[in-house]
Nanobody, 122 residues
Framework: QVQLVESGGGLVQAGGSLRLSCAASGRTFSKYAMGWFRQAPGKEREFVVVINGSGGNTYYADSVKGRFTISRDNAKNTVYLQMNSLVPEDTAVYFC???????????????WGQGTQVTVSS
């Protein structure tokens, strides 16, 4: 079992930055690929980015490429999402999730956090 807790969300003006954190329980954190997803009101939950267990490989959605950066610290059982140049369209609840494979497919993620709200004002 892996329990995930996100933090770091909030309200920011367009052009600003936020850093989200996701703390994981358990001793097998490094065995999981970690992904970030987001869900805006009335929309499907969408893939944002994934990082493999060692942190050496990442894959970003086109909508955030060049603006968002994922990283992980396996010693701290934590994954981060640095979000720069935020735009109102980034407004959503952001979820971290754990998977045994590196994938953008929501269905392949076994464990999910409760989400953290990010609101970008124009």
């Amino acid at each position: 079992q892996v329990q995930l807790v996100e933090s770091g969300g909030g309200l920011v003006q367009a052009g600003g930055s936020l850093r989200l954190s996701c703390a994981a329980s358990g001793r097998t954190f490094s065995k999981y690929a970690m992904g970030w997803f987001r869900q805006a009101p009335g929309k499907e939950r969408e893939f944002v980015v994934v990082i493999n267990g060692s942190g050496g490989n990442t894959y970003y959605a086109d909508s955030v490429k060049g603006r968002f950066t994922i990283s992980r610290d396996n010693a701290k059982n934590t994954v981060y999402l640095q979000m720069n140049s935020l735009v109102p369209e980034d407004t959503a609840v952001y979820f971290c999730a754990a998977s045994t494979i590196v994938t953008s497919s929501r269905a392949s993620y076994n464990y999910w956090g409760q989400g953290t709200q990010v609101t970008v004002s124009s």
